[in-house]
């Protein structure tokens, strides 16, 4: 079962706009992260958060975590065309005995010009 | 860019042949891994390792083996490919420090 699901699975705003993702996940994690994907290309890391914190920033960039809820969001603001692309929540679970990095299905975003 | 090179880029095959996608990192990472994406389910983790002959499996390992010779290369074999296995191939390693994944471009496999 998916550690960590993203809301919702498509989002499509008008350039400038603001755009919020939300991830889910089930069991108690040490930090959450949050990636990116272009068409055809591979994962770029954008933010991590530690289970210790509650709000960091980059750039255009917010994420939220709230533990007790198990859930965190992404905040994309004064969005542009570039950014176009699927975002993923990663969390770290249990696989196999061993903790490891475990991925949502994404939310694929389109910011219309 | 942490210098992941995957290749083949693109290959088609037909069942039952055997396949090998190669990960070669430049990074020194300690740690990769192999995953697999396909619509509907995300990145599934498939194998990794975290030493030089050390691998182990993650949540969807059947068909596929693993091995790691060298710090800079990964190799992911299909033994008898399925058109089950017909997906896109990551290869991501980390430092294990920052907890930070790099992904190469990935390798997209048709399976006839």
């Known amino acids: 079962s998916q550690q960590g699901e993203e809301d919702p699975q498509a989002l499509s705003i008008q350039e400038g706009e603001n755009a919020t993702m939300n991830c889910s996940y089930k069991t108690s994690i040490n930090n959450l992260q949050w990636y990116r994907q272009n068409s055809g290309r591979g994962l770029v890391h954008l933010i991590l958060i530690r289970s210790n914190e509650r709000e960091k920033h980059s750039g255009r960039l917010r994420v939220t975590l709230d533990t007790s809820k198990k859930s965190s969001s992404l905040l994309i603001t004064a969005s542009r065309a570039a950014d176009t692309a699927s975002y993923f929540c990663?969390?770290?679970?249990?696989?196999?005995?061993?903790?490891?990095?475990?991925f949502g299905q994404g939310t694929r975003l389109t910011i219309n010009p | 860019d942490a210098g992941i090179t995957q290749s083949p880029r693109h290959k088609v095959t037909e069942t039952g042949t055997p396949v090998t996608l190669r990960c070669h990192q430049t990074?020194?990472?300690?740690?990769m891994y192999w995953y697999r994406q396909d619509p509907g389910h995300g990145l599934r983790l498939i194998h990794y390792?975290?030493?030089?002959?050390?691998?182990d499996k993650g949540e969807v390992s059947d068909g596929y083996s693993v091995s790691r010779s060298k710090t800079e290369d990964f190799l992911l074999t299909l033994e008898s490919a399925t058109s089950s296995q017909t997906s896109v191939y990551f290869c991501a390693t980390t430092s294990g420090l920052t907890g930070e994944l790099f992904f190469g471009e990935g390798s997209r496999l048709t399976v006839l």
């Open positions: 990663a969390t770290d679970a249990e696989i196999q005995g061993a903790q490891k990095l475990v």
């Open positions: 390792s975290y030493g030089v002959k050390d691998t």
């Open positions: 990074e020194n990472h300690r740690y």
